[in-house]
């Protein structure tokens, strides 16, 4: 199956790519959002994930890998909802800011400008790789 490309948002005061690489692996949970749900379901072991810091700066820090596919959120009251474990894979040289993505033509249609409130978001290859490439 071929590799998906992601981009995962999380307020740094939450959790932050420190704790992350610290932990090196998580569960992806507490995602209340039906399309943020459906995306989670999506995801399968080894799709490569961008970890976007949502609070402060807001930028892309680091890369991951999905390690297991959506099971049921352990936080959820309700059934329905989904987690996904990722594996902390490499922080990024530099971050690359959201103001930076937004000036890239080729990032034009990330789902991070046109959905600035979504949590989990598919990416194409081209956007993950120019975003990897302008963070080194």
Known sequence: MKT???LVKQEPESY???TFEKDGRTSWDGVRNSQARINLRAMRPGDAVLFYASGGPKEVVG???VTRAAYPD???EEPGWVSVELE???KLGRPVTLAEIRKA???AEVPLIRHTR???M???RAQFDAICGMGG
């Open 16 to 18: 932050s790519w420190e």
């Open 122 to 124: 598919p990416l194409t």
């Open 118 to 120: 979504l949590s989990v």
């Open 4 to 6: 998906q490309h992601w």
């Open 88 to 90: 902390a894979f490499r």
């Open 105 to 107: 033509p080729a990032l």
């Open 63 to 65: 890369v991951a890998r």
């Open 74 to 76: 352990p936080t959820a």
